[in-house]
């Protein structure tokens, strides 16, 4: 595949994807900790400090593409009929923001082992999995007219997230079946837990 060029003939510049599946070679092959900036750099062919153009720190260039996720979940909470009972928007749109095509499952394993297994990573975890919470939680107030910090809202926003993961972790240990089979399931469990909010 040609690289493509600006109208100055110029190499089309790095981008964060770039980033990412270097650092995710890098990480899988030499360990996270062993992994420095200036390396990922190096391969990208970039310096150091345009490295931080891009990302804050290198491990939130693993981040990312979650931190897309959670806007993809605003944007199809927002297109939910009013018909649909709460819950079954929930399960419906998080499972749907989480399929994937069979060539890039092995990518999405391997990078949420390493977010499962490298404290480094996993200590990044807290602010992401938070906003992808409220995105939950901002749609159950909505529909039930209460503030996003009301108590059942929040309730939901946490054990969706709560059910979310462990639908993941089941995932990546099993990998008998396709990932949004293990989501509906958990989430389908959870909707009938909360079978009376409407």
Known sequence: MQESRSGRGRPRGTTKRDLELI?????????????????????????????????????????YQFDDEVSALRSSFATVAHDVPTMTAVRRVVVNANRYRAEDVPELRTRMHLVTTVPALAATAGAHYDAWERAVSAFAAERLGAPEDGLIP????R???AAAR?????????????????????????????????
């Open 159 to 161: 054990t969706t997230l």
């Open 154 to 157: 929040l309730a939901i926003g």
């Open 23 to 63: 650092a995710m070679r890098l990480f899988t092959e030499q360990g996270f900790d062993e992994t420095t900036v200036e390396q990922i750099a190096a391969v990208a062919g970039i310096s150091g400090r345009t490295f931080f153009r891009y990302f804050p720190t290198k491990a939130e260039v693993l981040w």
């Open 166 to 198: 462990a639908a993941f972790d089941a995932w990546l240990a099993r990998a008998d079946a396709d990932l949004t089979t293990y989501l509906d399931e958990a989430l389908a469990a959870l909707e009938r837990g909360f079978a009376t909010v409407s």
